[in-house]
Every structure is written in C-alpha cells, then in structure tokens.
C-alpha cells in the first residue's frame, strides 16, 4: 500500500507527514551512497511509519498554525479517535497500526528501534538496518534536515516546555554520546560525509517516496 494512501487513510496531519517524509529521505540518501547492501525498503518503510500516532501527545497550542486548514477543532477529535482506539501511547499506536498495514516482521523490528530513548538497545544491536532509521530521525526536526547537535537542542528545548520532561541530564549525554558513535559508523560506510545530510540534498527525494509501497 503506498504511504500516501496510508497518510489519508489514518488521517495524519500534513506538518507530521512532511516530518516522516524528511526522515525517510535522510535514510534514503544515506542508503543510496552505502558501499554494502542492507534492506533499504525496510528503513524506508519503518522512516515513512515512526510517527503515526504522534498526534496523541501533541500540545494544540504549540505551532496552532501548523492545524490550519482543518483547524484544532477537527484535529482533536481525530486525537480522540486515536486515543479511544489505541490509548494514550503514542509508540503503542504506531505499532498497533503497523500490524494493521500488516508490514513485515523487519520493518517491524526496524520500527522498535526509532527514538532518542532507545538508543542504548539500537547501539548494543551493532545493526546497520536500526542504526540509520534512528539517526535519520536525529537529523530531522519539526522545521526541516538539521544537524545532530540542532535536533537535540531543539528537542530539548521543545520538551522543556511542555507537560512531558525531557530526559535526565546523565541519560541523554550517554545517548548523546552513543548517537554520534552510530553517525561515526554509519558514515565510515558510505562514500558520503554527515555534512553531505542538508536540506538541498534531501529535498529532491521527497516527491518520489509518496509513492512509495510499505513493506
């Protein structure tokens, strides 16, 4: 099924929408520059879904613009639509609807993988096909491709003011740290460099990943 379809289907806000297309195009590019072979439609696949039930913890009154034209109105009856079907997890939704879309066990494993709390177990894996989903994720904020340091400055400013607090001071120097060792690794084979990752580079690949079919 293409993700394009998939996005109208669960009703996800366009802004989110742009997000995970960045992601995926981040991992995109890094994968067309590997000088080995991994499962590239699973990253893509696992970029292109990492966020679906996000809309269960978004602060309507954050970016009130970015709701516009539906307005908040409609997007907090599809957040009470999501939070009666899958709870108030918004990781738990997004696997609740990848089993639904029926992606593949891979996928599904690349899926677990995504996020800034999960990096000790992503980096403990030594997995390619883990590392590069997680880091692409780290290299896209709400307002486009970003480096690493921007991306955690961000997050951490962004979840300073809101009611979810941001992670302990110990536990996000120690992924901060594990992050950038990921990046070290990944980039170690590929015949591109970290600095290559701008918006200029991305960007071309957006339009074609619409299309793209889950796996």
Same mark, same amino acid.
């Given at each position: 099924?293409?993700?394009?379809?998939?996005?109208?289907?669960?009703?996800?806000?366009?802004? %989110? @929408?742009? *997000?995970?297309?960045?992601?995926?195009?981040?991992?995109?590019?890094?994968?067309?520059?590997?000088?080995? =072979?991994?499962?590239?439609?699973?990253?893509?696949? $696992?970029?292109?879904?990492?966020?679906?039930?996000?809309?269960?913890?978004?602060?309507?009154?954050?970016?009130?613009?970015?709701?516009?034209?539906?307005?908040?109105?409609?997007? @907090?009856?599809?957040?009470?639509?999501?939070?009666? #079907?899958?709870?108030?997890?918004? *990781?738990? $939704?997004?696997?609740?609807?990848?089993?639904?879309? &029926?992606?593949?066990? =891979?996928?599904?494993?690349?899926?677990?993988?995504?996020?800034?709390?999960?990096?000790?177990?992503?980096?403990?894996?030594?997995?390619? &096909? #883990?590392?590069?989903?997680?880091?692409?994720?780290?290299?896209?904020?709400?307002? &486009?491709?970003?480096?690493?340091?921007?991306?955690?400055?961000?997050?951490?400013?962004?979840?300073?003011?809101? =009611?979810?607090?941001?992670?302990?001071?110990?536990?996000?120097?120690?992924?901060?740290?594990?992050?950038?060792?990921?990046?070290?690794?990944?980039?170690? #084979?590929?015949?591109?460099?970290?600095?290559?990752?701008?918006?200029?580079?991305?960007?071309? %690949?957006? &339009?074609?990943? #619409?299309?793209?079919?889950?796996?």
């Amino acid at each position: 099924m293409e993700i394009s379809a998939i996005y109208k289907k669960y009703k996800i806000i366009p802004f %989110l @929408q742009i *997000h995970m297309y960045r992601v995926a195009g981040v991992a995109l590019y890094i994968c067309q520059n590997l000088k080995e =072979k991994i499962p590239t439609g699973n990253v893509i696949s $696992a970029c292109l879904l990492h966020d679906m039930g996000n809309i269960l913890k978004f602060d309507f009154t954050i970016f009130p613009e970015v709701f516009e034209p539906e307005g908040i109105s409609y997007w @907090q009856k599809v957040k009470t639509e999501f939070s009666q #079907k899958y709870g108030e997890d918004e *990781h738990t $939704a997004t696997l609740a609807i990848a089993k639904e879309i &029926g992606v593949s066990q =891979k996928t599904y494993e690349y899926l677990l993988s995504i996020g800034f709390s999960k990096i000790a177990q992503t980096f403990a894996s030594s997995d390619l &096909g #883990k590392y590069i989903p997680t880091y692409a994720d780290m290299r896209v904020s709400p307002h &486009g491709v970003v480096s690493i340091e921007e991306r955690l400055a961000e997050g951490h400013k962004r979840y300073a003011n809101s =009611k979810r607090p941001f992670v302990g001071k110990e536990f996000f120097e120690e992924n901060k740290a594990r992050l950038y060792e990921m990046e070290k690794d990944i980039f170690s #084979k590929t015949t591109i460099a970290p600095e290559s990752i701008t918006p200029e580079a991305i960007y071309p %690949l957006l &339009g074609d990943l #619409k299309n793209f079919n889950i796996v």
